[in-house]
């Protein structure tokens, strides 16, 4: 089921965000739209170049950040 968040100005699915140590971890093949849960907001996060944050909010009932980010492909480059 999908929603609509007037403040994020975003539909978002059901789905809870991520760990954000997970998406280093991710083999991303397409762009992909995703909430990051972090629970230490001062660490950076292992995001690629391309990747871009869309937009972030407290959870409070969490108590973590979590951030709407979409995560690119990576070019692997070609040794021929």
């Given at each position: 089921?999908?929603?609509h968040?007037?403040?994020?100005?975003?539909?978002?699915?059901?789905?809870?965000?991520?760990?954000?140590?997970?998406?280093?971890?991710?083999?991303?093949?397409?762009?992909?739209?995703?909430?990051?849960?972090?629970?230490?907001?001062?660490?950076?996060?292992?995001?690629g170049?391309?990747?871009?944050?869309?937009?972030?909010r407290?959870?409070?009932?969490?108590?973590?950040?979590?951030?709407?980010?979409?995560?690119?492909?990576?070019?692997?480059?070609?040794?021929?």
């Open positions: 089921m999908e929603r968040d007037p403040q994020m100005g975003v539909e978002e699915s059901g789905a809870e965000p991520i760990p954000s140590e997970d998406i280093a971890e991710m083999e991303i093949t397409e762009p992909t739209l995703t909430w990051l849960e972090l629970s230490r907001p001062q660490q950076p996060i292992p995001i170049e391309e990747d871009r944050v869309l937009n972030s407290f959870n409070e009932q969490h108590d973590v950040w979590e951030v709407l980010l979409v995560a690119m492909p990576t070019e692997e480059e070609d040794d021929d």
